[in-house]
């Protein structure tokens, strides 16, 4: 019974997407940060993404992936411990308006309860764009976070765009 029970939960696992954003984020790296003798290692993982609706700026962000046992079969519960940081790349173009806290990137990080969300905002008084990075819970949230920040500035001959013009208000 056990056996059919995680063969169930591991092709339900493997069927589910792991992102949610318009592209999955790139790996740029990971880092052993706890060795396992015979099963895959605990690792830190960067990722870099691209804002899908603002060209010109790109996240980077690094988290934690279990090894060991639960690891490798893909049934691990991630801790919530996350880092971010955002930049302008290149000339700032909005695609299209955005709410305050409008999500911009989530990923699965547990079979069937976490969630890592990237969430964007607009200081209209310093014309910054607000990138905040967070897990969630379905019973309770975490109140581990990062918080980047990306000053829209002009690039070459392109001048800089208010990030209010782009608010859906």
Not at 44 to 59: F, H, K, Q, S
Not at 114 to 129: A, S, Y
Request: charged share 25%; hydrophobic share 40%; with cysteine.
């Amino acid at each position: 019974m056990l056996r059919i029970l995680l063969a169930a939960s591991l092709a339900l696992a493997a069927s589910l997407p792991t992102a949610q954003a318009s592209d999955d984020p790139e790996l740029i790296f990971k880092k052993s940060t706890v060795w396992k003798l015979l099963t895959p290692d605990h690792k830190l993982a960067t990722y870099a993404i691209d804002d899908p609706i603002i060209d010109g700026v790109a996240c980077h962000f690094t988290v934690p992936e279990k090894g060991g046992i639960s690891g490798m079969l893909g049934v691990a519960e991630e801790v919530s411990d996350v880092s971010l940081a955002c930049r302008q790349v290149g000339p700032v173009v909005f695609k299209e308006k955005f709410e305050q806290g409008d999500e911009m990137f989530r990923q699965r990080r547990s079979l069937f309860f976490k969630k890592t969300r990237i969430v964007r905002g607009c200081d209209k008084t310093r014309n910054v764009l607000v990138y905040l990075i967070y897990s969630d819970k379905l019973i309770e949230g975490s109140p581990k976070n990062s918080t980047s920040t990306v000053p829209i500035m002009p690039w070459g001959e392109h001048g800089a765009p208010r990030c209010e013009d782009w608010l859906d208000k």
